[in-house]
T-cell receptor
């Protein structure tokens, strides 16, 4: 059973370009979470999605950032008009239906975004 | 607002020592707490998950305890090895209805010297 997959692993963008980060959850998982880790800081929650639904986007910046998890295909985190402050590691996690307390999040290897 | 703190921020120990990493959280109402390991430039590896109704969990040389009433968790590593060198993160899941996000501490950077 493959783990959570993220691509690309490293992404370099110039200021003003768009960045698209992809996350394929573990097989059987229908819930995806995105977290951001700025240099020398802890992981911060960004958004929680189920298939075709955004459940909690309380951690998403108000502008330039969007996320989706379509019925088919990976979850996408999209950053428009990137700025240097967007440089960070972006982690995706997935979980099975989180109906019980035993639910656990499994993390991908991350995408390291560098904005030049 | 839930806040998670980890002390110490960094720790350096000789190989073979037993050590304790601390995690504290401000709101004792949590669903669970999870300990992770993060190697430089890598993702997160789950170490132990403790349910809110549990007091501790063990896996090999690792033992994690949870004291909800005092808002604390500890990760005990027995007989440390150089391969244990990494950043250790704890994360709590608050009981906010409808969301299952984790709130992370800033981590403890552990270095085990050979």
């Amino acid at each position: 059973n493959a783990g959570v997959m993220q691509n690309p692993r490293h992404l370099v963008r110039r200021r003003g370009q768009e960045a698209r980060l992809r996350c394929s959850p573990m097989k059987g998982h229908s819930h995806v979470y995105w977290y951001r880790q700025l240099p020398e800081e802890g992981l911060k929650f960004m958004v929680y999605l189920q298939k075709e639904n955004i459940i909690d986007e309380s951690g998403m910046p108000k502008e330039r950032f969007s996320a989706e998890f379509p019925k088919e295909g990976p979850s996408i985190l999209r950053i428009q008009q990137v700025v240097r402050g967007d440089s960070a590691a972006y982690f995706c996690a997935s979980s099975p239906v989180p109906g019980s307390r035993s639910y656990e999040q499994y993390f991908g290897p991350g995408t390291r975004l560098t904005v030049t | 607002k839930q806040e998670v703190t980890q002390i110490p921020a960094a720790l350096s120990v000789p190989e073979g020592e037993n050590l304790v990493l601390n995690c504290s959280f401000t709101d004792s109402a949590i669903y669970n707490l999870q300990w992770f390991r993060q190697d430089p430039g890598k993702g997160l590896t789950s170490l132990l998950l403790i349910q809110s109704s549990q007091r501790e969990q063990t896996s090999g040389r690792l033992n994690a305890s949870l004291d909800k009433s005092s808002g604390r968790s500890t990760l005990y590593i027995a007989a440390s090895q150089p391969g244990d060198s990494a950043t250790y993160l704890c994360a709590v899941r608050p009981p906010t209805s409808g969301t299952y996000k984790y709130i992370f501490g800033t981590g403890t950077r552990l270095k085990v010297l050979a």
